[in-house]
């Protein structure tokens, strides 16, 4: 599904910094895998490559088998609406619009008409137990509703891949078991999900976690998160 | 992009900032109304002032006489001359374009009163004029008939009376005509009462405030002889009146020994040129109401494209998720243009809309007002320019857009995830 060869990435800033150095990586139809690294390692860089929000400089991305490069905006906002997800750390729901409306705004830039869409977000909504709160604004939300409602965002297009960078990160131990939970869940529906984290608690529920040093891969540890309660809060 | 689901989704951000969306809009809406309320003003001035002048029909001229200012044929310079009757039927012989024409003589009295009926009496001015002045000045007559042929032809002893005059020397609603009315001693007839058009543009006195005679019965009461110093034409209206003006008084002077070149022995002026100052004064008017109202309009419209560019940079956030999931750089520029579109044009559709009703108000007002000669009717803006300043509204909308929708275009996805 993801496949990453020789990726290098540098940041011309006030003095160029070389961030990713060379990434080679195969993320296969239906796995689950998570980023762990330092802070600056270069995992956020590497998942918003994967998720077409930024370039990179030398190498290939093949995403679904096609050569993700040089893309116009155009196509990138495709692939972006149809092909992944975001979840993000901080959320990021519009404040102005209803958790209903959040749900369903990617399908707006898919022109699917309101009634349709809005329907279509309530399934989602519902299928993440947010029902009653779809009238809400997300001011009005929790921490966990606020990203249960991003997933329903995320997952409304019936993305192929899922990004999600420290999807986990402004959560609660408890709250982040949920949400783990309920990735673990969309996961098992067959999408292919790569989790940037910073814990390992939730690294240790995904498939594969993937080590980035420096900019580079350390290693690839291979998990059994079947042998995980995921019910149980995270350490 | 238009379609009611676009809408929606710009009715939303518009008023997701209730306050500053209206202040923002109130720029334009000034802009319009104040377009709409000095355009109407313009009109109703200009509509009020043509009316005025309607009382005399535009393609009109007056000749009056002078002295010779220049020696000729035998005559020394500085010589009193006057016209006769053969000299109007020699101008209508040779210029057949002439409708009317007619001589005017007027005497006004320095008795107190010098019209007198049974016990009642006035001061008031007497003219002397042929059937045809009725199309020259416009007036209305209100009971009897103006002076006719045979009034002329037989020197008939008979009068119009001038509205006014009628209310001093009658009682209400009492029946002037064939009364006999002693003026300046002489007893006439009453044919007739007549009143002005407009109680604004006279020639030689108001008529309201006049007794006519027939021009002929005139000059043999009063003496005058075959004399005629003032006389008005008309011409038809192919033949704007400017045209003959000149050779009009060529043949005149021709006539009477006077040298061609005299600029002072005959004189003349025409309304169509006074019709022409006032339509130039009110183009100027017009002119400068749209320049004070587009600039309004403008810096409204500056004011709009201002904070639509602060409102774009707070929401750099949001347009960056919208980027992310999947919005093209034509739904974020169709979104900032439509947004500034809309706020634009509903302001500038109040504006109009409030400013047609206070105005259809004012209008309302002043034509219940009792007075006939108001100078100020039909304040309206006309269909046209309302349409013109539509069609501004809408396109400077789209323009005020266009910098902050290439600001808007300029965040990428990556920001809205980098910006915490
Ligand atoms: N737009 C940018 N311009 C210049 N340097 C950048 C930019 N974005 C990131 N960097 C730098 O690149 C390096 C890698 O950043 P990145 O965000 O990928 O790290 P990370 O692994 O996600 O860290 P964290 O765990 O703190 O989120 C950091 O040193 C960062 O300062
Ligand atoms: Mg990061």
């Not at chain 2, 005399?56 to 020394?76: H, L, W």
């Not at chain 2, 005629?228 to 006539?255: M, S």
């Not at chain 2, 579109?341 to 206070?358: R, S």
């Given at each position: 599904m993801i496949r990453l060869e020789k990726i290098n990435k540098t940041y011309f800033g006030a003095q160029p910094l070389h961030v990713l150095k060379g990434i080679d990586l195969q993320v296969n139809e239906g796995e689950m895998v998570s980023i762990m690294g330092?802070?600056?390692?270069?995992k956020s860089t590497m998942l918003n490559i994967l998720g077409i929000l930024d370039n990179y400089d030398s190498g290939n991305y093949y995403l679904n088998g096609k050569l993700v490069k040089d893309l116009s905006e155009n196509e990138a906002a495709d692939v972006r609406n149809r092909t992944i997800g975001f979840i993000f750390q901080s959320f990021n729901?519009?404040?102005?619009?209803?958790a209903m409306e959040n749900v369903a705004l990617p399908l707006y830039y898919q022109n699917v008409n309101r009634k349709k869409r809005n329907q279509i977000a309530m399934e989602y909504l519902e299928r993440f137990g947010l029902k009653e709160w779809?009238?809400?604004?997300?001011?009005?939300?929790s921490g966990g509703q606020k990203q249960r409602v991003s997933m329903a965002r995320a997952l409304v297009t019936q993305p192929k891949v899922i990004l999600a960078d420290e999807?986990?990160?402004?959560?609660d131990s408890k709250t982040s078991a949920e949400v783990m939970q309920i990735l673990r869940e969309v996961h098992e529906t067959g999408i292919t999900m790569v989790i940037v984290t910073h814990e390992r608690g939730i690294a240790l529920r995904t498939d594969k976690i993937i080590h980035l040093k420096d900019g580079i891969i350390e290693n690839i540890e291979i998990n059994n998160?079947?042998?995980?309660?995921?019910?149980k809060e995270i350490k | 992009m238009f379609d009611f689901d676009g809408i929606h989704e710009i009715w939303q951000t518009i008023t997701r900032n209730k306050t500053r969306s209206l202040l923002t809009a109130f720029g334009v809406f000034w802009g319009i109304f104040l377009l709409v309320v000095l355009s109407s003003t313009g009109n109703g001035f200009e509509n009020g002032l043509m009316q005025q002048v309607?009382?005399?029909?535009?393609?009109t001229a007056f000749f009056f006489t002078g002295e010779t200012s220049e020696p000729y044929k035998g005559y020394q310079k500085g010589r009193s001359w006057s016209m006769q009757m053969a000299d109007l039927e020699a101008i209508k012989e040779t210029f057949p374009c002439v409708k009317a024409i007619s001589p005017e003589a007027s005497v006004w009295s320095?008795?107190?009163?010098n019209v007198i009926y049974g016990s009642r009496g006035g001061s008031f001015s007497v003219k002397g004029v042929l059937p045809e002045y009725n199309t020259i000045e416009k007036s209305k007559i209100l009971k009897g008939r103006f002076i006719n042929d045979t009034d002329i032809s037989a020197n008939r002893k008979v009068c119009l009376l001038g509205k006014k005059v009628y209310e001093t020397m009658?009682?209400?609603?009492?029946?002037?005509?064939g009364k006999m009315v002693k003026v300046n001693g002489i007893y006439f007839q009453v044919v007739g009462v007549i009143r002005s058009y407009t109680d604004n543009v006279n020639i030689n006195g108001s008529i309201d405030e006049s007794v006519i005679l027939p021009y002929t019965t005139m000059q043999q009461v009063y003496a005058?002889?075959?004399?005629?110093?003032f006389f008005a034409i008309v011409a038809d209206d192919?033949?704007?009146i400017t045209d003959i003006e000149e050779d009009l008084k060529q043949l005149i002077k021709q006539r009477h020994d006077i040298?061609?070149?005299?600029?002072?022995?005959i004189n003349s002026f025409n309304v169509s040129e006074i019709f022409k100052a006032f339509k130039g004064l009110f183009f100027g008017i017009h002119i400068l109401i749209w320049i004070v109202g587009l600039g309004t309009l403008m810096s409204g419209i500056i004011g709009v494209s201002n904070i639509m560019l602060v409102t774009v940079k707070e929401r750099t956030r949001e347009i960056g998720v919208r980027r992310a999931i999947g919005a093209k750089p034509k739904d974020i520029i169709g979104q900032v243009l439509s947004e500034s579109l809309l706020l634009t044009t509903l302001a500038g559709l109040v504006g109009l809309c409030i400013g047609v009703g206070i105005m259809a108000i004012v209008g309302s007002i002043t034509a219940n007002?009792?007075?006939?000669?108001?100078?100020?009717?039909?304040p309206y803006m006309s269909f046209k320019a309302a349409v013109a300043a539509t069609v501004i509204v809408i396109i400077s909308g789209l323009l005020a857009g266009v910098l902050p929708a290439l600001r808007a275009i300029q965040?990428?996805?990556?920001d809205a995830i980098r910006e915490e």
């Amino acid at each position: 599904m993801i496949r990453l060869e020789k990726i290098n990435k540098t940041y011309f800033g006030a003095q160029p910094l070389h961030v990713l150095k060379g990434i080679d990586l195969q993320v296969n139809e239906g796995e689950m895998v998570s980023i762990m690294g330092a802070s600056g390692s270069g995992k956020s860089t590497m998942l918003n490559i994967l998720g077409i929000l930024d370039n990179y400089d030398s190498g290939n991305y093949y995403l679904n088998g096609k050569l993700v490069k040089d893309l116009s905006e155009n196509e990138a906002a495709d692939v972006r609406n149809r092909t992944i997800g975001f979840i993000f750390q901080s959320f990021n729901l519009i404040p102005f619009k209803t958790a209903m409306e959040n749900v369903a705004l990617p399908l707006y830039y898919q022109n699917v008409n309101r009634k349709k869409r809005n329907q279509i977000a309530m399934e989602y909504l519902e299928r993440f137990g947010l029902k009653e709160w779809a009238d809400h604004y997300p001011n009005e939300l929790s921490g966990g509703q606020k990203q249960r409602v991003s997933m329903a965002r995320a997952l409304v297009t019936q993305p192929k891949v899922i990004l999600a960078d420290e999807p986990t990160g402004a959560l609660d131990s408890k709250t982040s078991a949920e949400v783990m939970q309920i990735l673990r869940e969309v996961h098992e529906t067959g999408i292919t999900m790569v989790i940037v984290t910073h814990e390992r608690g939730i690294a240790l529920r995904t498939d594969k976690i993937i080590h980035l040093k420096d900019g580079i891969i350390e290693n690839i540890e291979i998990n059994n998160p079947d042998s995980i309660d995921f019910s149980k809060e995270i350490k | 992009m238009f379609d009611f689901d676009g809408i929606h989704e710009i009715w939303q951000t518009i008023t997701r900032n209730k306050t500053r969306s209206l202040l923002t809009a109130f720029g334009v809406f000034w802009g319009i109304f104040l377009l709409v309320v000095l355009s109407s003003t313009g009109n109703g001035f200009e509509n009020g002032l043509m009316q005025q002048v309607e009382g005399v029909t535009p393609n009109t001229a007056f000749f009056f006489t002078g002295e010779t200012s220049e020696p000729y044929k035998g005559y020394q310079k500085g010589r009193s001359w006057s016209m006769q009757m053969a000299d109007l039927e020699a101008i209508k012989e040779t210029f057949p374009c002439v409708k009317a024409i007619s001589p005017e003589a007027s005497v006004w009295s320095s008795e107190d009163k010098n019209v007198i009926y049974g016990s009642r009496g006035g001061s008031f001015s007497v003219k002397g004029v042929l059937p045809e002045y009725n199309t020259i000045e416009k007036s209305k007559i209100l009971k009897g008939r103006f002076i006719n042929d045979t009034d002329i032809s037989a020197n008939r002893k008979v009068c119009l009376l001038g509205k006014k005059v009628y209310e001093t020397m009658f009682e209400r609603g009492e029946d002037p005509l064939g009364k006999m009315v002693k003026v300046n001693g002489i007893y006439f007839q009453v044919v007739g009462v007549i009143r002005s058009y407009t109680d604004n543009v006279n020639i030689n006195g108001s008529i309201d405030e006049s007794v006519i005679l027939p021009y002929t019965t005139m000059q043999q009461v009063y003496a005058l002889g075959d004399k005629i110093r003032f006389f008005a034409i008309v011409a038809d209206d192919e033949t704007p009146i400017t045209d003959i003006e000149e050779d009009l008084k060529q043949l005149i002077k021709q006539r009477h020994d006077i040298a061609p070149t005299d600029e002072d022995a005959i004189n003349s002026f025409n309304v169509s040129e006074i019709f022409k100052a006032f339509k130039g004064l009110f183009f100027g008017i017009h002119i400068l109401i749209w320049i004070v109202g587009l600039g309004t309009l403008m810096s409204g419209i500056i004011g709009v494209s201002n904070i639509m560019l602060v409102t774009v940079k707070e929401r750099t956030r949001e347009i960056g998720v919208r980027r992310a999931i999947g919005a093209k750089p034509k739904d974020i520029i169709g979104q900032v243009l439509s947004e500034s579109l809309l706020l634009t044009t509903l302001a500038g559709l109040v504006g109009l809309c409030i400013g047609v009703g206070i105005m259809a108000i004012v209008g309302s007002i002043t034509a219940n007002m009792p007075s006939d000669n108001m100078m100020f009717q039909e304040p309206y803006m006309s269909f046209k320019a309302a349409v013109a300043a539509t069609v501004i509204v809408i396109i400077s909308g789209l323009l005020a857009g266009v910098l902050p929708a290439l600001r808007a275009i300029q965040i990428k996805a990556i920001d809205a995830i980098r910006e915490e």
